[in-house]
């Protein structure tokens, strides 16, 4: 059971490895749709460099739900093409929704199905977000401060890309990054405590 979760864990940190390359300024960015609005690239306007919110997980093979710490970072919006079947929102404390996408994730292995989104991010989020929820057929998964507050980005800062992604924040650095830590910008996951 250990070893068919493993190939699903690293095809949904490769697609948010390539979702954080794709919304970075360097690279162009696709079009969706995002609350029921048009992003600026749908509508023919060059996308710009703002501050997003980045949300993914996936389906395993077994149906279980996946939903992992989001990430506000700079880059450019990267919404879903087309709603679907499965819902993102971030609700605050009270369960007042905050935001909501959705979308249809797409395959990635063995029957697991995966997502990467990026969304315009209001960085009243960062105190205001409280959990995370994911609802598809298969049921709802939700990520809580505590758990988004361990999760951590690294991006080099010289080529942009993610160097790694950790779900426990009080863990070390891997060896290779942390031989050079000037050279990697460390992002914490959302939600996480207000402070």
Not at 24 to 47: D, F, K, N, T, Y
Not at 152 to 175: C, E, F, H, K, Y
């Amino acid at each position: 059971m250990r070893a068919r979760r493993l190939p699903v864990r690293a095809g949904l940190l490769a697609a948010a490895a390539a979702a954080v390359a794709a919304t970075l300024p360097s690279v162009p960015s696709a079009g969706g749709i995002l609350a029921q609005e048009r992003p600026p690239e749908a509508s023919g306007e060059p996308s710009r460099e703002s501050t997003v919110l980045m949300l993914w997980g996936g389906v395993r093979a077994d149906g279980e739900l996946v939903l992992e710490p989001a990430f506000a970072y700079e880059g450019r919006v990267h919404a879903p093409g087309a709603p679907g079947d499965y819902r993102v929102r971030g609700l605050d404390d009270e369960g007042g929704t905050l935001f909501s996408i959705s979308f249809t994730p797409g395959e990635i292995s063995d029957g697991s199905k995966g997502f990467s989104h990026s969304i315009p991010f209001d960085p009243a989020w960062t105190e205001a977000l409280d959990r995370l929820e994911l609802r598809g057929p298969e049921g709802v998964a939700t990520v809580d401060r505590e758990a988004g507050a361990r999760g951590m980005m690294v991006i080099d800062r010289v080529t942009g890309q993610v160097r790694s992604i950790l779900r426990n924040g009080a863990a070390a650095l891997p060896a290779e990054l942390a031989a050079d830590s000037s050279r990697v910008r460390i992002l914490r996951g959302l939600p996480r405590p207000p402070g």
